[in-house]
């Protein structure tokens, strides 16, 4: 089974943000990171997850540990309900980031995933990794920037 991190960070929100994966199987690790210059948190939290399935290379098993209720809670709970209603709310707004959620929608069920949700800035080590490299991605922007 594949452990999969995720985290996205924001500067300002909307501000320059960043993104990371950590992709963990047994002692192989692959970490994986960007940067956009204006963003959200919570687009940069679903981009971390959607990269981290477009790099696996075929269907598998894993478990997705994000420190995002936002990215949980869309998946396992609203999405269904959000594409029934057209991708409109429950009080019938548009909902947002709908481009990034009909992208990870077909990404998400192409595999056996797990959803968890783990506290941010707990010590959990892959969570800490994956705040660290998203925080790294968007220093590497601004310095791009200079």
């Known amino acids: 089974m594949i452990a999969i991190y995720t985290d996205g960070a924001c500067r300002g929100n909307p501000g320059p943000g ?6 963990q199987m047994g002692d192989s690790k692959r970490e994986i990171s ?6 959200t948190n919570n687009r940069m939290e ?8 477009e790099a696996l290379k075929r269907p598998v098993r894993a478990n997705i540990y994000t420190d995002s209720q936002y990215v949980r809670r869309g998946i396992t709970e609203w999405l269904a309900s959000w594409q029934a209603r057209g991708w409109r709310t429950a009080d019938r707004k548009p909902v947002k980031n709908q481009d990034l959620w009909q992208a990870l929608a077909p990404l ?8 968890h949700w783990v506290p941010g800035h707990a010590g959990v080590p892959g969570n800490e990794r994956v705040d660290r490299l998203a925080n790294e991605a968007i220093d590497a922007l601004a310095e791009s920037m200079r």
């Open 18 to 23: 960043g993104w990371a994966a950590l992709l």
């Open 34 to 39: 960007g940067a956009e210059k204006l963003t």
């Open 46 to 53: 679903l981009t971390a997850v959607i990269r981290a399935l």
């Open 108 to 115: 998400a069920a192409a595999h056996q995933l797990e959803w």
